[in-house]
Nanobody, 132 residues
Framework: VQLAESGGGSVQAGGSLTVTCQLS????????MGWFRQAPEKAREGVSV??????????DSVKGRATLSKENTGNNLYSLSLQIHRLTPEDTAVYYC????????????????????????WGQGTQVTVSS
């Protein structure tokens, strides 16, 4: 399994940005996948996740201004995009893509699987910097 993020960069506050994750070799039929981020000197936090059985979860920090989309392009290939509008400097972070086999959902809280499950796959991350 390989995850590769792209689309990070620098943007002015109030603008929009899309980060995309390409997953290859992800052969699981039941899973949870999504985006996390880590700002300097802060703990990693969940941003948005989606489960194979459907349902998308957004963190309170991006709810109402973010859209997560998933595309299964076949041959165990997925594309997972996160678009965030009305960016603020508080959105500055390294954004990571993650995925793991699950029972088909992402759990009640949506993000705990990233630290609780044994087989979580992570990308290398992409930097997003929002300037005021």
């Amino acid at each position: 399994v390989q995850l590769a993020e792209s689309g990070g960069g620098s943007v002015q506050a109030g603008g929009s940005l899309t980060v995309t994750c390409q997953l290859s070799g992800f052969f699981y039929k039941k899973y949870c996948m999504g985006w996390f981020r880590q700002a300097p000197e802060k703990a990693r936090e969940g941003v948005s996740v989606i489960a194979s059985e459907g349902g998308t979860i957004y963190s309170d920090s991006v709810k109402g201004r973010a859209t997560l989309s998933k595309e299964n392009t076949g041959n165990n290939l997925y594309s997972l995009s996160l678009q965030i509008h009305r960016l603020t400097p508080e959105d500055t972070a390294v954004y990571y893509c993650a995925a793991a086999p699950t029972a088909g959902d992402c759990g009640g809280g949506g993000f705990e699987w990233s630290v609780l499950l044994p087989r979580v796959h992570w990308g290398q991350g992409t930097q997003v910097t929002v300037s005021s």
